[in-house]
């Protein structure tokens, strides 16, 4: 789990890079908010709120315990 | 297997990776990725990527077990957050795999097709909208930069001292008055900084707030910004980034980058 730092300039690497990774959070902010949705015969594709909600208040909580261990 | 697809009786004839307990999951569409670029990045599971082609784009997919990524144990395992943690792990490294190969729209997470075909048919109907998405995105990477408030020392008015009723509450609604204005200033601060970071990108959005418990952050999440800049242009970006900084010392400025274009593929119609 990524802790947001002291403020800080990025390290910018040079084109062809490779691109950074991002804090669970932070992908989590934009893999169930955002991205294509596609519908129709797709099985599940997390476009529900709700689900969302759900999970985050399980993630708090798994979280916090995690932050609570040494 | 069509038969298998007890949900598709119509899915018609199929050329058949997956069995009838496996799926497809979607990554990521592209357009004209060298599938090579993929080479040493496994999906999930460890099982090999392949790519679904239509005209020009390319889905990235690879095959998931139903059991494990089927409507309800998805439920499931949402909730249990290692395995979360996993499947964002490798979602995130096979798009930016992809994404320094080829435009790259990201998919949601658990994006799960019966198969190829079914992917092939999302490719056709949404290929307008997918090729715009592209279109925007092409040439650019995400940046994130979030604006905090670090929290005040608490309790530094007077109150140690004897003070009357009225004098009480007469410092208190100063304290909370003065509180509001704080609050008003960062928040202030915070849009001119998305403003001058909005007017160096070629797109930006506002991300909801984050909850502290989440992400660890200590003080007040002010700003939580998302901007689309020219992969040409990320140093400078970086450099505004750190100026920002320099100029607003009484808030954090957190800037991270680059990533691939998480907040921007969106199709436009959904």
């Not at chain 2, 949900?7 to 069995?19: D, F, K, Y």
């Not at chain 2, 490798?90 to 930016?96: A, E, L, M, P, S």
């Not at chain 2, 200033?185 to 909801?208: C, G, I, P």
Request: net charge negative; hydrophobic share 45%.
């Amino acid at each position: 789990m990524t802790v947001l730092e002291d403020a800080s300039v990025p390290e910018v690497t040079r084109p062809s890079r490779e691109l950074a990774p991002a804090s669970l959070v932070d992908l989590l902010d934009r893999l169930l908010g955002t991205g294509v949705v596609v519908a129709g015969d797709v099985v599940v594709s997390l476009a529900g709120v709700d689900l969302v909600e759900v999970k985050l208040q399980v993630l708090i909580s798994s979280v916090r315990a995690e932050m609570a261990e040494p | 297997m069509s038969q298998a697809l007890r949900r598709t009786p119509n899915v018609g004839e199929v050329a058949g990776e997956p069995t009838d307990q496996d799926a497809r999951y979607v990554y990521a569409v592209c357009r004209g990725l060298d599938a090579q670029a993929l080479a040493g990045v496994a999906g999930l599971g460890a099982a090999p990527l392949d790519v679904v082609a239509h005209d020009e784009l390319t889905a990235v997919v690879s095959t998931v077990s139903l059991t494990e990524f089927g409507e309800e144990p998805l439920r499931r395992n949402l909730e249990d957050l290692s395995w979360l943690e996993g499947v964002v792990g490798v979602h995130d490294q096979v798009i930016r795999a992809a994404a320094v190969a080829a435009p790259t729209a990201p998919l949601r997470l658990a994006t799960i097709c019966f198969d190829d075909d079914a992917v092939r048919a999302r490719l056709r109907e949404w290929y307008i909208p997918l090729m715009q998405a592209l279109d925007r995105v092409e040439g650019c990477e995400e940046w994130s930069v979030k604006v905090l408030v670090p929290s005040m020392p608490a309790g530094s008015a007077a109150s140690d001292h004897p003070v009357s009723g009225a004098e009480y509450l007469r410092l208190k609604k100063a304290a909370s008055e003065g509180r509001a204005t704080e609050a008003a200033a960062a928040q202030e601060k915070a849009m001119a900084v998305h403003d001058e970071l909005s007017r160096r990108s070629v797109a930006s959005r506002h991300l909801s707030l984050q909850d502290p418990r989440l992400s660890g952050h200590s003080g007040t999440m002010v700003l939580n910004g998302a901007y689309l800049v020219r992969a040409e242009d990320a140093e400078t970006f970086a450099g505004r980034i750190g100026e920002l900084a320099a100029q607003y010392p009484e808030l954090l400025i957190d800037g991270r980058g680059p990533w691939p274009p998480y907040s921007f593929a969106m199709l436009d119609q959904r």
